[in-house]
């Protein structure tokens, strides 16, 4: 297999692969985008001077072909001039000088027929190479739209990354200033208050409850001096 196979063969494996189906399959989708794109990348690169030297070498074989097409013509022209000037001999009675110039036009017309031969040996191996190079053309095509695609989906894939981490770091930090959260520290400091706060509510309602008894005490004496003071106003009625 020729180097010029291999390039073709991977630039159709390469512009023929489903990307999303390796993505799906991969563990870890962002260095199996970074291996892709440096493969593609490698492939392009390769591909590329392949196609350079493919189109040279058909070119090149163009001209050759040129040349023979036209060397053929330039022979054809040379045998149809000897064969006149023969028979402008033959017609002057110099039998000599017209079997020369025939001659020379089998000469030439032996040369013509070589050069058509080369040139129409070369026309199909020409027209084969053109089917190739436009197959390249088009495989690089492929590659670099996919190329594009496969930087496309790993910056997409990147800011997703990103973007999912940062939330991460988010919802963590909303998580650990959640003050229905007991376990955390906010959630502990704001229950050191309630009970410090609670502490201080019960003292003076203690506080309070001691000096509301020594008021009933008070109210409690108060009334025994009205009861009595009554009690000898009645005796003074009776």
């Given at each position: 297999?020729?180097?010029?196979?291999?390039?073709?063969g991977?630039?159709?494996?390469?512009?023929?692969a489903n990307?999303?189906?390796l993505?799906d399959?991969?563990?870890?989708?962002?260095?199996?985008?970074d291996?892709?794109?440096?493969?593609?990348?490698?492939?392009?690169?390769?591909?590329e001077?392949?196609?350079?030297q493919?189109?040279?070498n058909?070119?090149?074989?163009?001209?050759d072909?040129?040349?023979?097409?036209?060397?053929?013509?330039?022979?054809?022209?040379?045998?149809?001039?000897?064969?006149?000037?023969?028979?402008?001999?033959?017609?002057?009675?110099?039998?000599?000088?017209a079997?020369?110039?025939?001659?020379?036009?089998k000469?030439?017309?032996?040369?013509q027929i070589?050069h058509?031969?080369?040139?129409?040996a070369?026309r199909?191996a020409?027209e084969?190479?053109n089917?190739t190079v436009d197959?390249?053309?088009?495989?690089?095509?492929?590659?670099?739209?996919?190329l594009?695609?496969?930087k496309?989906?790993r910056?997409?894939?990147?800011?997703r990354?990103?973007?999912?981490?940062?939330q991460?770091?988010?919802n963590e930090?909303m998580?650990?200033?959640?003050?229905?959260?007991?376990?955390?520290e906010?959630?502990?400091f704001e229950?050191?208050?309630?009970?410090?706060?609670?502490?201080?509510?019960g003292?003076?309602?203690?506080h309070?409850?001691?000096l509301?008894?020594q008021?009933?005490?008070l109210e409690?004496?108060?009334?025994?001096?009205?009861?009595?003071?009554?009690?000898?106003?009645l005796?003074?009625?009776g």
């Amino acid at each position: 297999m020729t180097q010029k196979q291999t390039i073709l063969g991977r630039i159709s494996q390469l512009a023929k692969a489903n990307i999303n189906s390796l993505l799906d399959r991969a563990e870890d989708p962002e260095k199996m985008l970074d291996q892709l794109v440096r493969d593609y990348t490698n492939s392009i690169a390769e591909a590329e001077e392949a196609v350079a030297q493919t189109i040279a070498n058909v070119r090149m074989a163009e001209a050759d072909l040129r040349s023979d097409e036209e060397a053929a013509q330039e022979w054809g022209r040379k045998a149809a001039a000897a064969s006149r000037k023969a028979e402008e001999l033959r017609g002057s009675g110099d039998a000599a000088g017209a079997d020369k110039f025939d001659n020379l036009a089998k000469i030439a017309l032996g040369r013509q027929i070589q050069h058509e031969g080369e040139a129409n040996a070369a026309r199909p191996a020409i027209e084969q190479q053109n089917v190739t190079v436009d197959k390249l053309k088009e495989g690089l095509v492929s590659m670099k739209t996919k190329l594009e695609e496969l930087k496309s989906k790993r910056g997409t894939l990147v800011a997703r990354a990103r973007s999912a981490e940062a939330q991460a770091k988010v919802n963590e930090a909303m998580r650990s200033i959640d003050v229905m959260d007991p376990t955390s520290e906010l959630g502990r400091f704001e229950d050191k208050i309630r009970r410090e706060e609670a502490l201080v509510a019960g003292r003076a309602e203690a506080h309070a409850t001691t000096l509301e008894d020594q008021f009933d005490q008070l109210e409690d004496h108060s009334h025994d001096a009205e009861i009595e003071a009554r009690l000898a106003a009645l005796k003074n009625q009776g």
